[in-house]
T-cell receptor, first 109, second 114 residues
Framework: RKEVEQDPGPFNVPEGATVAFNCTYSNSASQSFFWYRQDCRKEPKLLMSVYSSGNEDGRFTAQLNRASQYISLLIRDSKLSDSATYLC??????????FGTGTRLKVLA | EPEVTQTPSHQVTQMGQEVILRCVPISNHLYFYWYRQILGQKVEFLVSFYNNEISEKSEIFDDQFSVERPDGSNFTLKIRSTKLEDSAMYFCASQGAATGNTIYFGEGSWLTVV
């Protein structure tokens, strides 16, 4: 099993739709989880950290399921500007953070 | 907002040459990272660095690579004897204990080996 696994997509959704991505991780000792966003040929930028109890930031909701070892990202009311690759990041060591392959999202007008 | 800065933004080098990629992490951050991303592929962990020594490294980070924090502000990645397959975007990142473990990335250095 890969350390961090994501469905590469692409997910093509209409504006206003709700879309969800999952990310599975293999290391049960992982403690830190993040969603990053990457636009084409740009650096990854933090979208949100993922907390045990789940957390929300505007249209974005992140959840952690430790029992099944996955995290999720829900985007409500998708905007054209949400089109990007969404990267799941998980620590597999104290200072070793591994990226998933990323899930491409395209929001269509 | 403080940011991680990287130079050069793009470098073309001949196979077999040595390359040094430079990074200025966010001041007061304590942990530093290098990642690479080959075009069309995932972001790959290379190395983490804390207290003037390597904390963790991946299998990619072999003897060809080295890192250094020479003067308390810069953080460098040296690639000795570059190969064609070293062509990639190299991202520097920094992390401060007070930021809840968020890792901030620089804009990257695009390395092309010809």
């Amino acid at each position: 099993r890969k350390e961090v696994e994501q469905d590469p997509g692409p997910f093509n959704v209409p504006e206003g739709a709700t879309v969800a991505f999952n990310c599975t991780y293999s290391n049960s000792a992982s403690q830190s989880f993040f969603w990053y966003r990457q636009d084409c040929r740009k650096e990854p930028k933090l979208l949100m950290s993922v907390y045990s109890s789940g957390n929300e930031d505007g249209r974005f909701t992140a959840q952690l399921n430790r029992a099944s070892q996955y995290i999720s990202l829900l985007i409500r009311d998708s905007k054209l500007s949400d089109s990007a690759t969404y990267l799941c990041v998980v620590n597999v060591g104290t200072y070793k953070y591994i990226f998933g392959t990323g899930t491409r999202l395209k929001v269509l007008a | 907002e403080p940011e991680v800065t990287q130079t050069p933004s793009h470098q073309v080098t001949q196979m077999g040459q040595e390359v040094i990629l430079r990074c200025v992490p966010i001041s007061n951050h304590l942990y530093f990272y290098w990642y690479r991303q080959i075009l069309g592929q995932k972001v790959e962990f290379l190395v983490s660095f804390y207290n003037n020594e390597i904390s963790e490294k991946s299998e990619i980070f072999d003897d060809q690579f080295s890192v250094e924090r020479p003067d308390g502000s810069n953080f460098t990645l040296k690639i000795r004897s570059t190969k064609l397959e070293d062509s990639a975007m190299y991202f520097c990142a920094s992390q401060g204990a007070a930021t809840g473990n968020t890792i901030y990335f620089g804009e990257g250095s695009w390395l092309t080996v010809v």
